[in-house]
Each structure stands twice: as structure tokens, then as C-alpha cells.
């Protein structure tokens, strides 16, 4: 996203939110002294968010590379209430969720702001670059409309144990707002998900043996076969022998 805008209040904090939210890849790893320091020097953040927050830049810091990656992938990518697009926890797949991306973007234009290629305006990562635009009365609000997903998605963190989790508490905090568990459905499992629909379900297996046993062949007779069978019988019982 091209950002145009002074930073003042409680925006470079939220940059940071934005920042350790995205993918851990080496130029964030490489930010993390400066958004350390970004932290430290807004003082928007309490001190135990502040504690928390620098505990989770060290796990990226100092953690395996190849590991702290993959279990990015698998918090935020593979799993339906730690999703951070924002409108799958309201509209999920439906028709609703492409006017509200239009509405989001549209907003987003408005002030000036354009998504790069293949950028989607309710990633949060997009969401929290945006608020950081705006006065810190209008981003409070802003971020304030949508806490309770912002809450669902901290209490699907909290369950998992991850340090990503102070990352949401932080931000439902700067929105003026309280971090709270809620309850949060069960993810249905990723294979679940993509199972293939059965292919003739609906059909009785009566009579079937188990697997790797022969099955039973039935022969039903229709009423065509029957006739023909009769007619057949009658043939046969009036022929000279």
C-alpha cells in the first residue's frame, strides 16, 4: 500500500502491529531493532504490552528461521478463526464479502491510499497501515467498529499459546476497547475442508460385504424381464417333445 501521511500519536505503533503481523521474512527481521525503538519512543503501548511485544521480536529474532516461517503459515494460514482477513469473519464465502472489499477499498482511496497488486483491503496487516493515516481520534473509532472480530481472532491466539496473541490484545487496547476472551468455534480441520463430496452418496449399501471380501451379486428381475420369462415358459410347455 503507498502511504501518504505524517505520523503522529499512536500510528507508528500501529505500523509495528502491522509490521509483526505480516510474514516474518528477513527485511522484517532486519526492521525490528527500529520498530523496538518506534514502540519505546511513542509510549501509545503500556509497559507490560510493551514486555510482550518485545519478547515476541525476539522469538523472530533469535528463533530458527525455517520454524518461526512455518509456524506463521500454520497460525494464520491454515486455520478459519486465526484468519486475518477480517471479512471472512463476518461475510465468509459469500456474495457479501465482495461489496464490503469495494466499500474498504473505496475508503482507503479516498484518503489517498491504493493497494499494490494483489493486496486485499481487509488483510489487517492493510487495515492497520490505514489507520495509521488518520487522526488518532478517527483511527481509534475506526479500529473501535470491528473490535469484536479483533477479539475473536486474539481469543483463537490465546488458545493456541502463541506470542502473536499480545499483537491483537495491544491493538483492541489502542482502539479503546477491552481484550477479552470469547468464545471461538472449532476450526473445522484443513483435510475436512477440501474432502471431495462422496460420489454417490445416498446409495444403500445393504448387503454389501466388507472390504476385500467378495460382494454378493443380486439379479432383480424387472417387469419386462418377467414377462419375457412367462412367455418363454408358455412357449416351452406347448412344444411337441
Same mark, same amino acid.
Given at each position: 500500500?503507498?502511504?501518504?501521511?505524517?505520523?503522529?500519536?499512536?500510528?507508528? @505503533?500501529?505500523?509495528?502491529?502491522? /509490521?509483526?503481523?505480516?510474514?516474518?521474512?528477513? $527485511? +522484517?527481521?532486519?526492521?525490528? &531493532?527500529?520498530?523496538?525503538?518506534?514502540?519505546? @519512543?511513542?509510549?501509545?503501548?503500556? /509497559?507490560?504490552?510493551?514486555?510482550?511485544?518485545? $519478547? +515476541?521480536?525476539?522469538?523472530? &529474532?533469535?528463533?530458527?528461521?525455517?520454524?518461526?516461517?512455518?509456524?506463521?503459515?500454520?497460525?494464520?494460514?491454515?486455520?478459519?478463526?486465526?484468519? +486475518?482477513?477480517?471479512?471472512?469473519?463476518?461475510?465468509?464465502?459469500?456474495?457479501?464479502?465482495?461489496?464490503?472489499m469495494i466499500d474498504l477499498t473505496q475508503t482507503y482511496e479516498k484518503a489517498g491510499l491504493f493497494l499494490a497488486e494483489g493486496e486485499l483491503p481487509d488483510?489487517?496487516?492493510?487495515?492497520?497501515?490505514?489507520?495509521?493515516?488518520?487522526?488518532p481520534q478517527e483511527a481509534r473509532a475506526f479500529l473501535g467498529e470491528m473490535a469484536h472480530i479483533l477479539n475473536a481472532i486474539f481469543s483463537a491466539l490465546?488458545?493456541?499459546?502463541?506470542?502473536?496473541?499480545?499483537?491483537?490484545?495491544?491493538?483492541?487496547?489502542?482502539?479503546?476497547?477491552?481484550?477479552?476472551?470469547?468464545?471461538?468455534?472449532a476450526d473445522e480441520s484443513l483435510d475436512a475442508a477440501w474432502e471431495e463430496p462422496v460420489v454417490f452418496d445416498g446409495c444403500s449399501v445393504k448387503g454389501?460385504?466388507?472390504?476385500?471380501?467378495?460382494?454378493?451379486?443380486?439379479?432383480?428381475?424387472?417387469?419386462?424381464?418377467?414377462?419375457?420369462?412367462?412367455?418363454?415358459?408358455?412357449?416351452?410347455?406347448?412344444?411337441?417333445?
Amino acid at each position: 500500500m503507498s502511504l501518504i501521511s505524517n505520523i503522529t500519536g499512536m500510528s507508528r @505503533s500501529l505500523r509495528v502491529l502491522a /509490521r509483526l503481523l505480516s510474514y516474518p521474512n528477513a $527485511t +522484517l527481521r532486519a526492521d525490528l &531493532a527500529d520498530m523496538r525503538a518506534a514502540i519505546q @519512543s511513542e509510549q501509545a503501548v503500556t /509497559r507490560s504490552r510493551q514486555a510482550e511485544l518485545f $519478547t +515476541l521480536m525476539d522469538n523472530i &529474532a533469535q528463533g530458527d528461521t525455517l520454524q518461526i516461517e512455518a509456524d506463521y503459515v500454520e497460525l494464520f494460514d491454515r486455520g478459519h478463526a486465526t484468519s +486475518l482477513h477480517l471479512f471472512e469473519h463476518v461475510h465468509g464465502d459469500s456474495r457479501d464479502r465482495g461489496p464490503a472489499m469495494i466499500d474498504l477499498t473505496q475508503t482507503y482511496e479516498k484518503a489517498g491510499l491504493f493497494l499494490a497488486e494483489g493486496e486485499l483491503p481487509d488483510y489487517l496487516p492493510v487495515v492497520l497501515e490505514y489507520a495509521s493515516t488518520q487522526p488518532p481520534q478517527e483511527a481509534r473509532a475506526f479500529l473501535g467498529e470491528m473490535a469484536h472480530i479483533l477479539n475473536a481472532i486474539f481469543s483463537a491466539l490465546q488458545q493456541r499459546n502463541t506470542p502473536y496473541a499480545t499483537v491483537l490484545g495491544t491493538l483492541i487496547e489502542l482502539s479503546g476497547e477491552k481484550a477479552q476472551a470469547v468464545k471461538v468455534a472449532a476450526d473445522e480441520s484443513l483435510d475436512a475442508a477440501w474432502e471431495e463430496p462422496v460420489v454417490f452418496d445416498g446409495c444403500s449399501v445393504k448387503g454389501q460385504g466388507k472390504p476385500d471380501q467378495p460382494q454378493p451379486i443380486h439379479f432383480v428381475k424387472t417387469d419386462a424381464a418377467t414377462a419375457r420369462t412367462s412367455a418363454a415358459a408358455n412357449a416351452t410347455a406347448g412344444a411337441p417333445l
